[in-house]
């Protein structure tokens, strides 16, 4: 990585003032694989069903719900291990175990092998229940399983429950969710579940899942639950809230039934389905991408002067073309928020360690973009002005109190500056109480903004169909090579890459590229050091190299027509199983496009449709064309 410019001081930023709305040029998305397509009108997530993902498992298998039937009844009779199965990894001392360890813990021999640990764990659970607990350990050699009695279990008075006491300690379900993010749908399992009887944020550890999801769209993924005793039939019966009132219900007497649960749509659009006892979590990126269903509505060309006879032929070609060539890798919109301030403006701030000027970006982003009307604000939104009133005033414990609890960054931050000891002097603190999680993701986005940044001049230079002398390709060992006369015809655009600025990534030297990335740095007041060389560990910069092109794996499109702007096209997983209907309407005036295609984790569906569209895909456009739509 060039470090052309080293001064301890770089020059001042100007102070970003929000605009009220981002657009995909704010962010770096300018180019195009065919420069030359016609624009398209349509619309993208008018209705949740519109954009449905469902996750593809890391062996390649797309998860669904096939069933919403509770889970059949555990077999705690079938034979889940026995004795002998441990005798090479305790030897003599199996004995002791198998007495219950009355003389004190006993370890098994040195395991360099995760797998027979996990197998260690899993046969002393079917075997001994809760009578033994068992956990792994590390010795001067490596790892070993320490067994040794439990002595805090429950008597089997208290405790009859065989399933609960000897069943692998983790349940994997698949989830479906309706226009929730993420953070949020766990957060409502876990209050279903009771995790954290106090509602702390820490409730949602015991829940894991190999990848996020869009919010307004319809996803299907696997989740992990650290269960503790809770059995399949309990997370079921809890999340479907079998025996609660029903909301709806006169007087709310009536009580939610299995029969209610397998035939009326789930509460609060999270249905659970195929749940499993596991023995280790979801990990982030067990996965192998997400299958994409979506719906573009009311396609017609952009000029209203051009007839749309040929609409259907020509965007045909268009999806071929893509096949065939892909589109550019860029982060897409969500990657920088929804708010009146960019998450990559935060970012910056974070790398300038103007903590002070990130804590003013981050109360003011909360502010969502596009409802300009105090009387046609939604009351999250007048919520969160009367708290930012409230911050202008230093009335922080009114501003925490009427801030919305989806603002989670904002009210992290006013949480800490409404304690009795803060001082306003110390803008660092309150900003280290936003979740880590949140906090990388500012300083990330930055590195995502850089990255489109330049991949936009890349291709504007040289076009997006061949590899160029100069390009950087990854080789299938990871290595990194730069291409010059002799191998620039030896790849394709698939081998391309570029770089994400950090530490652990270089530029060509001496060339356009580094240029531009010194150029674009010092123009937000900032060096190649800042991204590499943090005082603060966390918000140091690696960098990676992301590829320039992506191809979608099996695309498919058809066009249908609909009479009613508000009608389902396409029915989720749910929907089917309930019977739900979806109209067929031949010779209506408006016309729909249907794509399935299946990208992998770091790729944006929403870019890929970009590239048909040529219209801009931030979130506030489409929310106007809706309105249009349905007016």
């Known amino acids: 990585m060039s470090s052309a410019d080293k001064s301890e001081h770089p020059p001042k930023r100007q102070r970003t003032e929000p605009s009220g709305r981002t657009y995909e040029s704010d962010v770096g998305l300018l180019a195009y694989v065919h420069p030359g397509w016609r624009p398209v009108h349509a619309i993208i997530k008018q209705r949740y069903a519109d954009f449905i993902v469902h996750e593809l498992a890391a062996d390649g298998r797309m998860v669904s719900i096939t069933s919403l039937d509770p889970p059949p009844v555990w077999d705690s009779k079938k034979p889940q291990g026995s004795w002998d199965d441990l005798r090479d990894f305790f030897g003599d001392r199996l004995s002791d175990v198998q007495a219950g360890c009355l003389q004190g813990p006993v370890d098994s021999c040195v395991l360099t092998d995760k797998s027979h640990r996990t197998h260690i764990h899993r046969v002393l659970r079917a075997l001994a229940g809760d009578r033994l607990m068992s956990e792994t350990i590390q010795v001067p050699e490596g790892s070993a399983v320490r067994v040794q009695q439990n002595t805090t279990r429950r008597s089997s008075r208290d405790d009859p429950d065989a399933e609960a006491a000897a069943a692998p300690p983790y349940i994997h379900f698949t989830l479906q969710k309706t226009n929730r993010d993420s953070q949020e749908a766990l957060q409502w399992l876990a209050r279903f579940l009771k995790l954290d009887h106090r509602g702390r944020a820490s409730s949602v550890n015991a829940l894991s899942v190999a990848g996020t999801k869009d919010k307004r769209a319809v996803t299907v993924q696997r989740v992990a639950l650290q269960r503790g005793r809770r059995t399949l039939r309990e997370v079921w019966d809890r999340v479907n809230h079998i025996g609660q009132p029903i909301s709806s219900a ?224 990854q080789h299938s060992d990871e290595s990194i090579h730069v291409l010059d006369a002799e191998t620039v015809a030896q790849h394709s655009m698939d081998d391309v890459v570029m770089p994400m600025p950090g530490a652990d990534v270089r530029l060509p030297q001496d060339g356009w590229l580094e240029q531009l990335y010194t150029d674009m740095l010092q123009q937000d007041g900032l060096t190649p050091d800042s991204l590499s060389s943090s005082h603060q560990p966390e918000y140091r910069l690696k960098g990676a190299y992301r590829r320039l092109i992506h191809k979608p794996r099996n695309l498919r499109c058809e066009f ?72």
Not at 276 to 298: C, E, K, V, W
Not at 323 to 347: C, K, P, W
Not at 584 to 599: H, I, N, V
Request: hydrophobic fraction near 40%; proline fraction near 5%.
């Open 560 to 631: 249908l027509t609909y009479a009613d702007a508000n009608a389902p096209l396409c029915a989720t997983d749910e929907e089917a199983l309930l019977g739900v209907s979806i109209p067929t309407q031949s010779e209506a005036p408006y016309l729909a496009m249907k794509l399935s295609f299946e990208l992998p984790p770091s790729s944006y569906a929403t870019v890929m449709l970009r590239e048909i569209l040529r219209t801009d895909t931030s979130a506030h456009v489409h929310k106007e064309l809706t309105k249009q739509s349905t007016a």
């Open 250 to 473: 006169p007087g709310q007497k009536q009580r939610r039934t299995v029969h209610d649960a397998v035939t009326t749509r789930a509460e609060r659009g999270l249905r659970i389905a195929h749940l499993s006892y596991a023995d280790a979590p979801l990990q982030f990126g067990m996965l192998r991408g997400n299958h994409f269903t979506i719906m573009l509505r009311d396609v017609r060309w952009t000029d209203t002067a051009t007839p749309n006879d040929d609409i259907q032929h020509i965007l045909g070609e268009h999806v071929r073309d893509l096949e065939a060539h892909g589109f550019i890798n860029y982060f897409g919109m969500q990657r920088f928020g929804t708010g009146l301030v960019s998450t990559h403006q935060v970012g910056i701030a974070v790398l300038r360690k103007d903590f002070r000027e990130a804590l003013r970006l981050v109360l003011e982003a909360g502010a969502l973009h596009g409802d300009a009307d105090e009387e046609d604000a939604p009351p999250a939104v007048l919520a969160t002005r009367q708290a930012q009133a409230a911050v202008a005033e230093k009335r922080y414990e009114d501003a925490y109190r009427l801030m919305p609890k989806k603002g989670v960054a904002e009210r992290a931050v006013l949480e800490k500056m409404k304690m009795p000891g803060w001082s306003p002097n110390d803008a660092l603190g309150p900003f280290q109480n936003i979740p880590r999680s949140l906090r990388l993701m500012y300083v990330h986005a930055y590195q995502s903004y850089l990255w489109n940044r330049l991949v936009s001049e890349r291709v504007a230079r040289f076009g997006a169909l061949s590899p160029v002398v100069g390009d950087l390709v």
